[in-house]
């Protein structure tokens, strides 16, 4: 990962995470180790990972886990697949790096890392590169994203950081800065309930996408039938049918006010009347004949 971060991080960060303890490969329990809190990744592929448990089941683990010490154990940063991997093989040991890194580095080694992979989700993908953001920028994490959004108004304001913005995308493979700030950081104003199926239960970006621009009051119903499968077009098939009824039903509740209502029949001219009395007439047909 040596030559990917300096790439990234470029070499001031890379020198800084150059001085925190290494300590030699070693190899420990897989009961051993831990997820991160840091972890961009928040769903796996199931057949994706089914492949490597495969590849690791009849080569082992090749490349080691970075890790860092954590009370009882080990915290990963960079290799969590590759630790499900070995659990679901049923290994006993893998090789790890264990390295002294504070949270900071650790959120930004995982961003690293997980930012490489192409099966990476939408919505990992915005946190992990907001991580690097802000790494990059020196602010918080929580201000990455108004930083982005300022600097896209102004970046004559600041060359500086429109610089190194610049240099951290170019490394990242993953288009420009303003690209990524306008189409992809705008997901996060997606409705909370909809940011916490993609995060927590690996809702997919166009799925999720139907489900966050319908109305409110369809969004619900919508949700549980895209986490329980459904495809884009048809949640958009269903939507279209849930926006007709309603339509329907608003003009069937428009009609009944004015049928009751002493004043909007007696605006009516004669020919008007004459047209009305047909028309209940053949709904009290219809109706009979149901």
Avoid: C
């Amino acid at each position: 990962m040596g030559d990917r971060l300096a790439g990234i991080l470029g070499a001031t960060a890379v020198a800084e995470l150059s001085t925190t303890e290494t300590r030699p490969p070693r190899v420990v329990p897989v009961s051993s180790l831990r997820s991160s809190p840091f972890q961009p990744r928040r769903t796996f592929d199931e057949a994706a990972l089914a492949r490597l448990t495969a590849s690791v089941r009849e080569q082992g683990v090749l490349q080691p886990l970075l890790v860092r010490p954590s009370e009882g154990g080990y915290e990963i940063v960079a290799g969590e697949r590759r630790w499900r991997a070995a659990t679901a093989a049923g290994l006993q040991e893998v090789p790890v790096e264990v390295r002294e890194l504070s949270d900071a580095q650790a959120s930004m080694l995982a961003a690293v890392e997980n930012l490489q992979r192409e099966d990476l989700g939408v919505i990992d993908e915005v946190d992990a590169t907001l991580t690097l953001v802000a790494g990059t920028l020196g602010v918080e994490a929580a201000e990455a994203r108004s930083r982005l959004n300022a600097l896209l108004r102004r970046p004559d304001e600041d060359p500086e950081a429109v610089a190194l913005l610049e240099g951290l995308f170019t490394q990242l493979g993953r288009g420009t800065w303003q690209s990524f700030t306008k189409n992809k950081v705008r997901v996060l104003n997606w409705p909370p309930e909809v940011l916490t199926a993609m995060r927590e239960r690996g809702l997919g970006y166009t799925v999720a996408g139907v489900v966050a621009g319908a109305p409110a009051e369809h969004r619900d119903g919508l949700l549980e039938r895209a986490l329980a499968g459904a495809t884009r077009e048809e949640l958009r098939a269903e939507l279209a049918g849930r926006s007709f009824r309603k339509e329907q039903d608003d003009r069937a509740r428009r009609v009944a006010r004015n049928l009751t209502s002493a004043r909007a029949l007696a605006g009516l001219d004669a020919r008007r009347r004459a047209r009305l009395g047909k028309l209940l007439a053949e709904l009290d047909t219809l109706f009979g004949e149901g």
